[in-house]
């Protein structure tokens, strides 16, 4: 076997044939992220190694920590309540958390759990737009509700007064601890688990919304609720991470935990 200059030869390309790059040079750079709308960068929906059973038993984790909140600690005070409404919701974020990373690739691709700047700037916008609809979509359904519409946290405080630490503190559940936790739970780990029978990510977008007004188990306010979680599941799409979806819950829990914060030391009557 004969080889002409120029052709590929038995130790590599022959003199003729062009070189990938410079001598020395390293392997030719990742490719670019792929560009979403509005010029992000999503993450691709992963496709996971669990299924909806994963959901089944964090739900499992958290009623049945609900149901041990609610026979061992006493509610009489802010404190209590604060303990019994949030290690439950904690617990069930964690489940997810543990879940991915013992029976798949952790909460990073997983759940969407990554961080991106660009996510905060979508998940601000979109909260503070949604607030341009669900304000007056929950007064337009107060008033066709009446005093009946209430929340299941606002009746677990009612009547119970505290200090301003403990009322920060409950605030701070409302704000973060609720946000990040709920969005682990519904726009993570149901949301991929979804994902991975129906490819039509508004499709998915629906159920998981849905689920997430419905599980609330306050079902004159589900309505509602699934009017509130519209920009959730928005943010959820468009960057395909969690992180702008808890910081857009974070931004439709704010007045509300102020609120209750300002009703628990008295500074606004109960409502």
Known sequence: MSFTPGSPGQYGPGPGAPHAGPIGAGP?????PPIGPFGLSPSPTPRVRWGLWAFVVVEVVFLGASAAMAWTVGVGSAAGVLVAIAVPTMLAALTCILWTIWRGD???????????WEDVGVGLLLGIAGLFVTVPAAALYLYLVGPDLTTSVGVAFEGITATWPIALAVMFGVVVIAPVCEEIVYRGLLWNAVAKWITNRWVVFVITT?????AHLEFLR???LFVVALPLGIARILTGRITASIVAHAVNNFLPGLMLALMLVGALPEV
């Open 28 to 32: 030719p750079p990742n490719p670019e």
């Open 222 to 224: 589900a309505p509602l």
């Open 210 to 214: 849905l689920a997430f007004a419905v």
């Open 106 to 116: 952790g909460p990073a691709i997983d759940l969407g759990l990554r961080f991106r």
